[in-house]
Structure formats: C-alpha cells, structure tokens
C-alpha cells in the first residue's frame, strides 16, 4: 500500500539553528500538504501546494518558516531559526487533487517530531 | 471562529463493548468530513469518511453518522479491541476553503482488556 514518506522522524535542534523536514507523497498526489501538530491538539495546516505551486500559506510564519516542491513531487520544510515553540510534530499529507471540491481523503506521512531546546 | 470540537476529551470502554465518539461542528458550510485514528508517535490514519448529502455510512466495523441539523458527527466502532485505543480526529471541509482540513481536539480511546 502506497504510503507518505517523511524524514527524519526525530529531530532535536537548538534554537537558533536551522532545521529541516523531507516528505515524499503518495506517488501521483499532485497537492501536497504540511500540517504542525502541538501535542495533545489536532493538526493545524500550515502550507498547501498544488503541483510545484503554493496555494496557501496564510498560517506559514513567513519570517522563519519556508516551504518548496521545486519539481510537484517530494517537499521541504525549513525553520530558520528555530524557536522553542517550534517544538511540535510536523505531518505531511497528499491527496490526489482531481476533486476540486476536496471532497477527497487526505493521507497523512508518519510525522517528523522536532524538539527544539 | 470556524472550528470543529469534541464532546469528550477522553473515552473508556471494555473489549468487545461499541464505542461512540462524539464531534460537534460549527460551521453549516461543511460538506465532507473525515474520521482520523492517530496512534502515539504516529500519523494520522484515515478511517471512515462522509459527505453532506449523507447522514450515514458504514466501514468495516465502524460507521460515521451524520446530524446536520444540529451539525453533528459521531463515529461508532463495533466490538473494540485494544487495538482500538488511540486518538480520534474528527476533520471538517467545505468546498471554499481549498481543500484545507480543520481538525478537532481529538477523543482519546482507551480499551481495557
């Protein structure tokens, strides 16, 4: 069964370095998204691509968080620096895209859970 | 705002009895929802999904009934097995918001043996 693939699963940082997160969808998913989950809460979007194009980043902190997916196919997340509120779980989840209503399952990756000290 | 919350923030049940988790939404614009089981140190998994011209459906030992005039959503399991015990989303969309999922606080399941 096709799957999302993050890495690394854990990640323990400093603040004020750079962190980086990896997703690679469910082969043939053209949207693409990532989600931060502090514990104890549901998941909360943060980036939604379409193909290689933002769709929506109105929750993505621009001051410190980027997001790309140069090729429409696998993804990065970067945090520069990172903060001690950045520590949460990061989720990537695809979806095929041909519905344009989303009326559409969401799969979600294994998560990469970030500790920032 | 817009958001979708549960009932209870935790559930305890033998093995074998039905579970009924519980979700309440706000937002009258929602047309499909989504049932998540999220195991600890795991990712959210799909379990059971519906739409708004639906008020039920039925999986393999789980059903989503849907109450839209009081814009309500429970996910019943059947005979629970310890295998059950997790976290449970339930997640809500509407057709203007670009697909993006709001989730709610989750219900922690536990099974006792």
């Known amino acids: 069964e096709a799957e999302v693939a993050q890495s690394p699963r854990y990640k323990i940082t400093e603040k004020s370095q750079a962190v980086a997160f990896w997703c690679d969808p469910i082969s043939g998913h053209a949207t693409l998204y990532w989600y931060r989950q502090i514990l104890g809460q549901g998941p909360e979007l943060l980036v939604q691509f379409q193909d290689e194009s933002v769709v929506d980043d109105s929750q993505l902190p621009k001051d410190r968080f980027s997001a790309e997916r140069l090729k429409g196919v696998d993804s990065t997340l970067k945090i520069q620096p990172a903060e001690l509120g950045d520590s949460a779980m990061y989720l990537c989840a695809s979806r095929t895209g041909n519905t344009p209503s989303g009326q559409e399952t969401q799969y979600f990756g294994p998560g990469t859970r970030l500790l920032v000290l | 705002g817009e958001s979708v919350g549960l009932h209870l923030p935790t559930l305890s049940v033998q093995e074998g009895d039905n579970s009924i988790i519980n979700c309440a939404y706000s937002n009258s614009a929602s047309d499909y929802f989504i049932w998540y089981k999220q195991e600890s140190g795991k990712g959210p998994q799909f379990i059971i999904d519906i739409r708004s011209n639906m008020d039920k459906r039925q999986g393999q030992r789980v059903t989503v009934l849907l109450n839209k005039t009081v814009k309500h959503l429970s996910l019943q399991i059947a005979a629970t097995q310890p295998g059950d015990s997790a976290v449970y989303f339930c997640?809500?969309?509407?057709?203007?918001?670009?697909?993006?999922?709001?989730f709610g606080e989750g219900t922690q399941l536990t099974v006792n043996p």
């Open positions: 997640a809500e969309t509407f057709g203007t918001s670009g697909s993006r999922l709001t």
